[in-house]
């Protein structure tokens, strides 16, 4: 290994270390979170880059929307702090949207790494914080001033001091202080695991850096994506999809260039929108852009920044794809999460194999209040919709897609909140008719488990409640989703909730209604063995199967 050359087999060795000490990171924090959206929803990744910031490995369990922003946090935190004035035992922190993952939820911490007094590697997380102040009722935000603590790229620890200013700060404008510091330490100590580990690796192959190392892992990777665009007949491929939008639909467009090894996609979107949180930043859109064609092209390559140089996306600048400081921010899912849905559907026609229909989206509810006690919960329960059918298999139910979260165990929901979920179901007729059906969207039914006089506030952000997106080859779209308040004193849908619900007493019940997921294929060419078989388990219904059986 001295002369830098590295054959076939010790490459992969070499190689699957490196994804294989980011997902002792990944376990690191997951094991050590306080919040549950970290450790349970496991809304997180962990990234390994080279001395430039250039991605080298990431766990395979991370957020594909965080292996893409988080090299775009880490070059930015180099912006700031050049790499000449780095020290060991310094944390680079920062929750910008525009240098990092498009809400101030996100925070990413980048510790650099040391050998012999030069830096050789970056170690850097993102992980969505349980609260980062502002107003509970995002629908209403015009500026992201409003949306909570904006942190400017800092140092979270200098030269292995804690910078007490800066976490005393954090803590007074979060609701559970004490959480979203222990959720930081978790990333700290994950990032000092992964450093440890990296360079007991190249003490044991005697590499006095990664340069070689690095060039060789990415120009793999890059040539593995320039092979699989070749392989795409050159052309230009166009879709469009639409969304919700805060009061009424919008629609997105993408061009997809195929020229030969490399790839462009060119967005059009409405302007940014004033109000609502729905507007994305660039490396968000980005993000969700590569990452569905890093699915569809070399889903069995592991990734790293080569993987990514092919490829080109552009969105207008002031547009609700590329949208500019302050623009509101918090809710960019309900606008980025179309992007894979564009995409797929612009390549159903030259891949229709390596395409899924229209996902029926996930949904995160925030619970916050008071217990009996006085104590602050601030919790969150993820659940996913219906995947997607593919052109050879059904949608799986329940799936947190575009994401790689989990659904929220209930047990731990309830150990931790003053809530218990009395309901939670698939519903029937709800996944895309096809010939490949959709998954089955959920339904979660919430309410106070004590009449104890204090109020439990839901912030609810269900995506696709006016919107049903078709699927594709002639499947049909799964059912919209929804979200309801029932009280002794009526009922409250949709719209009317403005996102937020109020428990006060046991009597009260949030409903929640996941989507299901499109079809894929003409419903009546579906196999009637598998037609019966979801009929038999309550899939669908008499009356829903009757889509499947028209001639």
């Known amino acids: 290994m001295r002369d830098t050359t590295f054959d076939p087999i010790s490459l992969e060795v070499m190689w699957s270390r490196l994804i294989n000490i980011t997902e002792e990171c990944w376990i690191t924090i997951w094991r050590t979170a306080f919040s549950t959206i970290i450790g349970e929803a496991q809304d997180f990744g962990c990234e390994l880059l080279d001395a430039d910031g250039e991605s080298l490995a990431h766990s395979p369990r991370s ?51 040391f050998r012999q007094g030069e830096l050789v590697a970056l170690v850097g997380s993102i992980a969505h914080c349980s609260d980062i102040g502002g107003t509970r009722h995002y629908q209403s935000v015009r500026e992201v001033y409003e949306e909570g603590l904006q942190i400017p790229p800092m140092k979270l620890y200098e030269a292995g001091i804690p910078n007490r200013s800066l ?39 005697e590499l006095g850096d990664l340069r070689a190392l690095a060039s060789e892992v990415q120009s793999r990777a890059e040539g593995a994506m320039r092979e699989a665009i070749a392989a795409v007949p050159d052309g230009k491929y166009e879709s469009r999809a639409s969304f919700d939008g805060v009061d009424k639909p919008l629609e997105l467009r ?51 920044a080569g993987c990514f140089r092919p490829i080109e996306v552009t969105a207008p600048e002031g547009s609700i794809l590329n949208c500019a400081y302050p623009a509101a921010v918090n809710q960019r899912t309900q606008t980025g999460w179309y992007c894979a849905p ?37 919790d969150h329960l993820f659940q996913g919709g219906g995947q997607g059918a593919g052109v050879t298999a059904d949608g799986q139910s329940a799936l947190l897609y575009p994401t790689s979260a989990g659904n929220t165990s209930i047990e731990m929901f309830e150990t931790r909140t ?76 949709n719209g009317e909730l403005h996102g937020m619900a109020e428990l006060r007493t046991p009597a009260d019940v949030c409903v929640i209604d996941m989507p299901g997921g499109s079809g894929f294929g003409r419903p009546e060419e579906r196999d009637p063995m598998l037609l019966e078989r979801d009929l038999s388990e309550g899939y669908v219904s008499e009356s829903g199967a009757a889509r499947y059986r028209r001639r």
């Open 63 to 113: 957020m594909p929307v965080f292996n893409l922003t988080l090299p775009k946090a880490v070059k930015g935190l180099l912006e700031a702090f050049p790499r000449e004035t780095l020290r060991e035992g310094d944390v680079l922190v920062t929750n910008d949207p525009w240098l990092c993952a498009g809400h101030l939820f996100d925070v990413a911490l980048v510790t650099p790494v």
């Open 167 to 205: 976490f005393a700060l954090i803590e007074r404008n979060v609701r559970k202080g004490e959480m979203v510091l222990g959720d930081l330490q978790a990333q700290y100590s994950a990032n000092r695991v992964a450093m440890h580990r990296l360079l007991a690796f190249m003490d044991a192959y």
């Open 254 to 304: 993408v061009a997809i260039t195929v020229a030969g090894d490399t790839l462009t996609v060119e967005w059009e979107a409405p302007p940014q929108q004033p109000q609502g949180g729905t507007n994305c930043t660039l490396n968000y859109t980005a993000a969700h852009t590569v990452y569905a064609l890093k699915c569809i092209l070399t889903p069995d390559i592991p990734s790293n």
């Open 342 to 378: 564009a995409i797929f559907a612009a390549l159903a026609e030259v891949l229709p194999d390596r395409v899924q229909a229209f996902t029926g989206l996930p949904m995160g509810v925030a619970a916050y209040g008071h217990d009996p006690e006085g104590r602050v919960y601030n």
């Open 418 to 493: 003053p809530l218990v979920v009395e309901q939670k179901s698939f519903i029937s007729d709800s996944a895309g008719p096809g010939r490949q059906r959709g998954g089955l969207g959920q339904r979660i039914r919430l309410r106070k488990l004590l009449d104890d006089g204090k109020t439990a506030l839901l912030s609810l952000h269900p995506q696709g409640m006016l919107v049903a997106t078709p699927g594709l080859d002639g499947g049909e779209a799964g059912r919209l989703a929804g979200v309801a308040l029932e009280t002794p004193e009526g009922r409250l849908e």
